[in-house]
């Protein structure tokens, strides 16, 4: 055999046994961090923030992004989370709760009198809130999801919840509601419609708040590294996702649930979006270059960067 025929040979079946291992090497990895950590870092300084932005107390920050909807902001912890409190006349809505290292539910109350129900953008430990409790819980309603609650009570997977990381039990939960993709939520007043945005994780959300001309998009686009390479992370769901919220006609804002540093609530505009959308299709053709090996880093623009697989190790779907 010539020499460039055996190499190739041999690269292609390198490929192979890296697309083999591809699921184990991401649960090896969780497993390095959680052997690696185990607990959450030390809290950061108090922050700047914007002249608007109140602090509730010396931890949380409340900002109101569009008439009765709250960013409700944790500066201090090292993943500076932001959740959303969406305030109906009869009923209101937080979407995400943080990693629970203090309680978002208060604040929350704060800013309402109405019951409260709870909705995760995704099932990541450091947007469950971890040990606080809701009189109301809901979840997206996907298949596979219904098919492993026993009744309503749901639990999670270790590889969904990645609590580990920081010596969070994986939780079960009762659920109340189990939204569809695509429904709409009536809030007394106002309606807010539930996105599956896939990409980040399987069960990954957004929610459309059409009349105030935003989108609350979880983890799948914020400011800074999005994280395309953990377990439940595809490649090819982020840019479908790309194609669903670029749908509309609309110029919307985008509030992510992450930022990287002050002042202020994680916010991003349709350029981003589209932009994100060209960076995918170019990593989809192998046309984007990208720093590191694993998980390799791939600039969209200023705003953004997607980390994830190398280009041989990403899931895109043959047309
Ligand atoms: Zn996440």
New binding site residues.
């Given amino acids: 055999m010539n020499k460039p025929i055996a190499s190739i040979l041999l690269l292609a079946c390198l490929c192979v046994v890296a697309f083999l291992i591809v699921d184990n090497r991401r649960v090896l990895m969780i497993h390095l961090i959680v052997l690696s950590g185990g607990e959450s870092p030390a809290l950061l300084a108090a922050s700047e923030e914007l002249a608007s932005t109140r602090w509730h107390d010396d931890y949380f920050t409340i900002d109101e992004i569009a008439p009765a909807t709250y960013a409700i902001g944790e500066p201090r912890y090292y993943q500076q989370n932001y959740s959303y409190l969406i305030v109906g006349k009869t009923k209101a809505l937080l979407f995400d709760a943080g990693p629970g290292l203090r309680n978002i539910r208060k604040v929350a109350e704060s800013l309402t009198d109405l019951p409260i129900i709870f909705l995760p ?2 099932f ?1 430990y ?2 469950v809130g971890n040990g606080i409790e809701f009189d109301e819980l809901a979840v997206i309603d996907l298949p596979y999801l219904r098919q492993r609650a026993q009744g309503n009570q749901l639990a999670f997977t270790d590889m969904e919840h ?1 609590g580990a990381a920081e010596g969070f039990d994986t939780p079960q939960w009762q659920i109340d509601y189990w939204w569809r993709p695509g429904q709409l939520v009536e809030l007394g007043g106002r309606t807010v419609q539930i996105i599956h945005t896939p990409g ?2 399987k069960e ?1 959300i957004s929610i459309l708040d059409a009349e105030n001309q935003l989108v609350l998009s ?2 799948y686009l914020y400011p800074g590294m999005l ?1 395309a390479f ?1 377990p439940g992370s595809s490649m090819q769901d982020y840019a479908s996702t790309a194609d669903v919220l670029l749908a509309g006609v609309a110029d919307l804002d985008y509030y992510g ?1 992450h930022r990287v540093e002050p002042p202020g609530p994680p916010k991003l505009s349709r350029q981003d979006l589209l932009e994100l959308k060209q960076a995918l299709q170019k990593m989809r053709l192998g046309d984007l270059s990208s720093e590191g090996i694993w998980p390799a880093e791939f600039k969209v623009n200023d705003n953004i960067t997607i980390l994830a697989d190398p280009g041989f190790l990403q899931d895109w779907q043959v047309d």
């Fill in positions: 953008s995704h990541h450091d947007h990645l980040h994780s990954s979880g983890d994280y953990v649930a």
